[in-house]
């Protein structure tokens, strides 16, 4: 079936650029997104990118995307205390299908 | 405007009982997504109603069901509850058609089962 995989944690310093990586099975996927999640709230949208692209920049996020080897990884570039949250990278077919999510990556940001 | 709502937030309930959680989606979104948090087993996706019927089922027992009304509201209920099934449920709302898919997710209600 299909299956997303991440690191479970990641360290920086505050001013450091974060590299959060996923890998992924599905070879049909079509849409890629990385979500964030504070502590005791519901999953925030960040960023996403369709299967024929290569890379995103959304002001400090850039997502590249690796289709041959599956992978997927979100840069945020000087990071803050404020990024520190768990990220998770999800892939889904189509409109109609389901998101599919990895365990997420706990990033910690030290000042 | 107004995002996803979920309530209530909060649940303590016992085992063997049921319970019944709401999710209101953003004005316009016609598909409702179900997820169960746990820190085990992440996210899994318990299902999806479009125009109220069920349209995709992930891999959870006959004990959890669900239902969408004509107003796109959708409520899930879980019977029998067991220790097993306390967890942070989220609900997410979709716009069909819309070219970038994006899911919006609520703030979730956090269900213990004592």
């Known amino acids: 079936g299909e299956d997303v995989e991440q690191s479970l944690f990641l360290s920086v310093r505050e001013g450091d650029s974060s590299v959060i990586n996923c890998t992924y099975t599905?070879?049909?996927?079509?849409?890629l997104y990385w979500y964030k999640q504070e502590p005791g709230a519901g999953l925030q949208l960040l960023t996403y990118?369709?299967?024929?692209?290569d890379m995103k920049q959304d002001q400090r996020l850039t997502v590249l995307l690796n289709k041959k080897d599956k992978h997927l990884s979100l840069r945020i570039a000087d990071t803050q205390t404020g990024d520190s949250a768990i990220y998770f990278c999800?892939?889904?077919?189509?409109?109609?299908?389901?998101?599919?999510f990895g365990k997420g990556t706990r990033l910690s940001v030290i000042a | 405007k107004a995002g996803v709502t979920q309530t209530p937030r909060y649940l303590i309930k016992t085992r063997g009982q049921q319970v019944t959680l709401s999710c209101s989606p953003i004005?316009?979104?016609?598909?409702v997504s179900w997820y169960q948090q746990t820190p085990g087993q992440g996210l899994q996706f318990l299902f999806e109603?479009?125009?109220?019927?069920?349209?995709n089922k992930g891999n959870f027992p006959g004990r959890f069901s669900g239902r969408q009304f004509s107003n796109s509201r959708s409520e899930m209920n879980v019977s029998t509850l067991e220790l097993g099934d306390s967890a942070l449920y989220l609900c997410?709302?979709?716009?069909?058609?819309?070219?970038?898919?994006?899911?919006?997710f609520g703030q979730g209600t956090r269900l213990t089962v004592v």
């Open positions: 997410a709302s979709s716009k069909e058609g819309a070219v970038d898919t994006e899911a919006f």
């Open positions: 990118i369709f299967s024929n692209m």
């Open positions: 599905d070879s049909s996927s079509t849409y």
């Open positions: 004005s316009g979104h016609r598909s």
């Open positions: 999800a892939e889904r077919d189509s409109g109609n299908t389901p998101l599919v």
């Open positions: 109603y479009f125009s109220e019927t069920q349209r």
